[in-house]
């Protein structure tokens, strides 16, 4: 018996290429607006749509060029605080890298929507399976990039966007991982309504609407009232960028200007930012005499950052400097340096493109090994130091670790006059919102905020100005789901979407070798 099972052809892009790049482009703008400084969150749910219009149909070499083109018009713009002193070279150099990886990882998304259909092509597949796929095949891309090569830079995730709208208390729930995933899905099922066209059933925009419904309804997950810690916080606005002019401890004393003003309040622990002390007080006894003189007259610890040196090794570190004590009662090493920032990966070949860039990074940082916590008189402090902040190992082991309270220390002087202070205080604010906890971000030069567990401003120092914050800052305990099951959660969707594209690859050989034209599989909701 001859096969009765219709055999459809191969579905044909959405858009012509040449319209394609166009909304790939302009996707890829439109998601750099819904970043700081602009912060128009709502603008995710114009670009991603845009990308993956512009991707369905395609083969595999077009969705290359789409996705790079979008991946370009994205990071070009969204990282081009790179160039502000170092000049063109890192931030092509970055954006290309980026675009590359983003195209890379536009292939599955599109074969998604090649692939799926041939399995099945009903109306409920178009609208749940098929999106959820590409979500989360979306995120794989977040995690790709998020990872590798060289530690990865996970910096234009879209769960980051939300930091000041409605959905961020999801974050607690799912992790960013999964506000991404969620967001992405809710587009995706949009998309698939629109293109089904039964405008008439209103079974068909209910995936839609109960994924928006569920990202605007969702509360924050409850974390428990742990009392407060009366924090004070020092931004000195000294001289601390790469190319300052400046003297021997020329920071440090803008520091402690900055801290005067304190003396004489209750206080329970002073933060100062990284990079806020400039000669290693592990080696200089002049500048641990000044910090142990500073403890005494705070009669609090002190949080403090520096460069120090163990052996042949160069750490940034933050240091638990108390009265009294033999100091430093704790370090905690930045976990993941900068590279071509604070490190060099594969310095040889490097240096045959960029010799004069290249070398104007002498000292290599090694990455710290210890857990991002202090005990701070009894109160646990979880840490990171800037770059540290845009990944989520090292705020959920502070979590878990039993932070009740986030610290983070940053130098953000090498981009004084660029946005990149407040696209990281987004991410310091969403981790507010993941973890439950208040965190007190906390920069040489601005921007810094205390933000409140539920991520709103309980206190702020603009950019450029010395001053300080001192509050009480609540305190929590209890995890939220996002900490204790994130790394689960992005297992799951990263995972998932690869198993997923697997399944439906092999399957719809099996099935037929080509989907049906739009339209004609899909007549009932199945």
């Given at each position: 018996m001859p096969d009765a099972r219709p055999r459809p052809v191969l579905p044909r892009p959405l858009l012509p290429l040449w319209a394609a790049l166009i909304a790939a482009a302009a996707g890829g703008l439109a998601l750099t607006t819904a970043f700081p400084a602009l912060a128009w969150w709502p603008m995710v749910f114009v670009a991603i749509p845009l990308t993956l219009v512009s991707l369905i149909g395609r083969r595999a070499w077009s969705a290359v060029l789409v996705g790079f083109v979008f991946g370009l018009a994205f990071f070009l713009v969204n990282v081009s605080f790179t160039a502000r002193y170092l000049g063109p070279v890192p931030w092509l150099a970055l954006s290309i890298l980026e675009a590359a990886l983003t195209a890379a990882a536009a292939v599955p998304i599109a074969l998604a929507y090649r692939w799926l259909p041939r399995v099945r092509n009903g109306a409920w597949a178009r609208l749940v399976a098929l999106p959820a796929?590409?979500?989360?095949?979306?995120?794989?891309?977040?995690?790709?990039?998020?990872?590798?090569?060289?530690?990865?830079?996970?910096?234009?995730?879209?769960?980051?966007?939300?930091?000041?709208?409605?959905?961020?208390?999801?974050?607690?729930?799912?992790?960013?991982?999964?506000?991404?995933?969620?967001?992405?899905?809710?587009?995706?099922?949009?998309?698939?309504?629109?293109?089904?066209?039964?405008?008439?059933?209103?079974?068909?925009?209910?995936?839609?609407?109960?994924?928006?419904?569920?990202?605007?309804?969702?509360?924050?997950?409850?974390?428990?009232?742990?009392?407060?810690?009366?924090?004070?916080?020092?931004?000195?606005?000294?001289?601390?960028?790469?190319?300052?002019?400046?003297?021997?401890?020329?920071?440090?004393?803008?520091?402690?200007?900055?801290?005067a003003p304190l003396f004489g309040e209750d206080v329970d622990v002073l933060l100062w930012p990284e990079g806020g002390v400039d000669s290693d007080p592990t080696m200089n006894e002049s500048t641990a005499r000044t910090l142990d003189s500073l403890a005494a007259r705070m009669d609090a610890p002190l949080i403090v950052a520096a460069v120090t040196q163990r052996g042949d090794e160069y750490f940034n570190s933050s240091l638990l400097w108390e009265q009294d004590a033999d100091n430093p009662v704790d370090v905690y090493d930045k976990r993941h340096p900068v590279p071509f920032g604070e490190w060099v990966p594969d310095r040889a070949f490097y240096r045959m493109f960029a010799p004069d860039l290249i070398d104007l990074i002498q000292r290599e940082y090694t990455p710290g090994g210890a857990r991002p916590y202090f005990d701070v008189d009894g109160v646990g402090v979880g840490l990171a130091i800037c770059f540290d902040v845009i990944y989520d190992d090292v705020i959920w082991d502070g979590a878990q670790d039993g932070a009740e309270v986030f610290m983070f220390q940053t130098n953000n002087a090498d981009f004084r006059g660029t946005d990149e202070n407040l696209q990281q205080l987004a991410f310091a604010r969403m981790r507010a919102v993941e973890t439950g906890r208040a965190v007190v971000n906390i920069s040489t030069v601005g921007t810094s905020q205390i933000i409140a567990p539920d991520g709103s401003e309980i206190a702020g120092i603009p950019a450029d100005t010395a001053g300080h914050m001192l509050e009480d800052v609540p305190l929590r305990t209890g995890l939220t789901p996002a900490v204790f099951a994130g790394g689960a959660i992005q297992l799951l969707l990263v995972w998932g979407g690869i198993i997923g594209l697997l399944y439906v690859g092999v399957a719809g050989r099996r099935n037929a070798k080509a989907p049906a034209p739009e339209g004609t599989g899909v007549a009932d909701v199945d």
């Amino acid at each position: 018996m001859p096969d009765a099972r219709p055999r459809p052809v191969l579905p044909r892009p959405l858009l012509p290429l040449w319209a394609a790049l166009i909304a790939a482009a302009a996707g890829g703008l439109a998601l750099t607006t819904a970043f700081p400084a602009l912060a128009w969150w709502p603008m995710v749910f114009v670009a991603i749509p845009l990308t993956l219009v512009s991707l369905i149909g395609r083969r595999a070499w077009s969705a290359v060029l789409v996705g790079f083109v979008f991946g370009l018009a994205f990071f070009l713009v969204n990282v081009s605080f790179t160039a502000r002193y170092l000049g063109p070279v890192p931030w092509l150099a970055l954006s290309i890298l980026e675009a590359a990886l983003t195209a890379a990882a536009a292939v599955p998304i599109a074969l998604a929507y090649r692939w799926l259909p041939r399995v099945r092509n009903g109306a409920w597949a178009r609208l749940v399976a098929l999106p959820a796929l590409v979500a989360a095949l979306w995120v794989l891309r977040e995690q790709l990039l998020g990872t590798w090569p060289y530690g990865g830079f996970p910096w234009g995730r879209v769960g980051i966007t939300q930091a000041d709208s409605p959905l961020a208390p999801v974050a607690s729930w799912v992790g960013v991982a999964g506000l991404s995933f969620l967001i992405v899905m809710a587009c995706a099922s949009a998309v698939e309504w629109a293109r089904l066209g039964r405008f008439r059933d209103w079974r068909t925009p209910l995936p839609a609407l109960l994924l928006v419904v569920l990202l605007v309804a969702l509360p924050q997950f409850p974390t428990t009232d742990a009392g407060t810690m009366r924090v004070a916080a020092v931004q000195g606005n000294g001289p601390a960028g790469y190319f300052d002019e400046r003297g021997r401890n020329d920071v440090l004393n803008a520091q402690l200007q900055a801290t005067a003003p304190l003396f004489g309040e209750d206080v329970d622990v002073l933060l100062w930012p990284e990079g806020g002390v400039d000669s290693d007080p592990t080696m200089n006894e002049s500048t641990a005499r000044t910090l142990d003189s500073l403890a005494a007259r705070m009669d609090a610890p002190l949080i403090v950052a520096a460069v120090t040196q163990r052996g042949d090794e160069y750490f940034n570190s933050s240091l638990l400097w108390e009265q009294d004590a033999d100091n430093p009662v704790d370090v905690y090493d930045k976990r993941h340096p900068v590279p071509f920032g604070e490190w060099v990966p594969d310095r040889a070949f490097y240096r045959m493109f960029a010799p004069d860039l290249i070398d104007l990074i002498q000292r290599e940082y090694t990455p710290g090994g210890a857990r991002p916590y202090f005990d701070v008189d009894g109160v646990g402090v979880g840490l990171a130091i800037c770059f540290d902040v845009i990944y989520d190992d090292v705020i959920w082991d502070g979590a878990q670790d039993g932070a009740e309270v986030f610290m983070f220390q940053t130098n953000n002087a090498d981009f004084r006059g660029t946005d990149e202070n407040l696209q990281q205080l987004a991410f310091a604010r969403m981790r507010a919102v993941e973890t439950g906890r208040a965190v007190v971000n906390i920069s040489t030069v601005g921007t810094s905020q205390i933000i409140a567990p539920d991520g709103s401003e309980i206190a702020g120092i603009p950019a450029d100005t010395a001053g300080h914050m001192l509050e009480d800052v609540p305190l929590r305990t209890g995890l939220t789901p996002a900490v204790f099951a994130g790394g689960a959660i992005q297992l799951l969707l990263v995972w998932g979407g690869i198993i997923g594209l697997l399944y439906v690859g092999v399957a719809g050989r099996r099935n037929a070798k080509a989907p049906a034209p739009e339209g004609t599989g899909v007549a009932d909701v199945d």
